[in-house]
């Protein structure tokens, strides 16, 4: 079974803080996939970063950054010098191989709140 | 930038009422999800297509849940008799076949049944 936990329900920053959003998988997959997607107010779901079980090096893009770490199962997410446009709800999620088409396994989602 | 839409934004319709929501995928993607999220909570699967077939399902997705691919371009999902529980927000997505496995999605449907 394949399952996604983000512990942190909401997180409020202030401006220019660094928040790291907690990201914990579980599967019996050996072969899977990560991402995270942001959702604004406005609802849609931007789709922001992809890790494949076979690569866990960490990443850096911009104000973002991601640690993939497959002994701890746990797959965070960093944004340094938060920003008020930050503010939204990220989503971890799951696709694993057993999946033929890869359907995404969901966690409940973290609503970060940047205050001016 | 090449993007999922879906029609309508907003749908109201009245319990026991049959709705199709519709979705135009990225034009060369070949692989189609629908997604629903109820009010405050986390994004759930539904169904999974490819080559015209259903390739996975959930539980969520019954009988009264229909998925079809009428054209070229198009992807609806149907759901024939509505029920209060089924208000949510529902998200179409669609993936290519190169790179990783990550969906891009569409706006979302908001259904309201009433």
């Known amino acids: 079974a394949q399952k996604v936990t983000q512990a942190q329900t909401e997180i409020s920053v202030v401006e220019k803080e660094d928040v790291t959003l907690d990201c914990v998988y579980e599967?019996?997959?050996?072969?899977?996939?990560l991402f995270w997607y942001k959702q604004p107010p406005s609802g849609e779901l931007v789709f922001l970063i992809r890790r494949n079980s076979f690569d866990e090096q960490n990443e850096i893009s911009g104000r973002y950054s991601w640690n993939f770490q497959k002994s701890t199962s746990s797959f965070n997410f960093t944004i340094t010098a938060s920003q008020v446009v930050d503010s939204a709800v990220y989503f971890c999620?799951?696709?694993?191989?057993?999946?033929?088409?890869?359907?995404?396994?969901f966690g409940r989602g973290t609503q970060l709140t940047v205050w001016p | 930038e090449p993007e999922v839409t879906q029609t309508p934004s907003h749908q109201v319709t009245q319990m026991g009422q049959e709705v199709i929501l519709r979705c135009v995928p990225i034009?060369?993607?070949?692989?189609f999800y629908w997604y629903r999220q109820i009010l405050g909570q986390k994004v759930e699967f539904l169904v999974s297509?490819?080559?015209?077939?259903?390739?996975?399902k959930s539980e969520i997705f019954d009988d009264q849940f229909s998925v079809e691919r009428p054209d070229g371009s198009n992807f609806t999902l149907k759901i024939r008799s509505t029920k209060l529980e089924d208000s949510a927000m529902y998200f179409c997505?669609?993936?290519?076949?190169?790179?990783?496995?990550?969906?891009?999605f569409g706006p979302g449907t908001r259904l309201t049944v009433l």
């Open positions: 599967t019996r997959d050996t072969t899977y996939y």
């Open positions: 999620a799951l696709s694993a191989r057993g999946s033929t088409l890869g359907r995404l396994y």
């Open positions: 997505a669609s993936r290519g076949t190169s790179g990783g496995n990550e969906q891009f």
């Open positions: 297509f490819y080559n015209n077939e259903i390739s996975e």
């Open positions: 034009s060369n993607h070949l692989y």
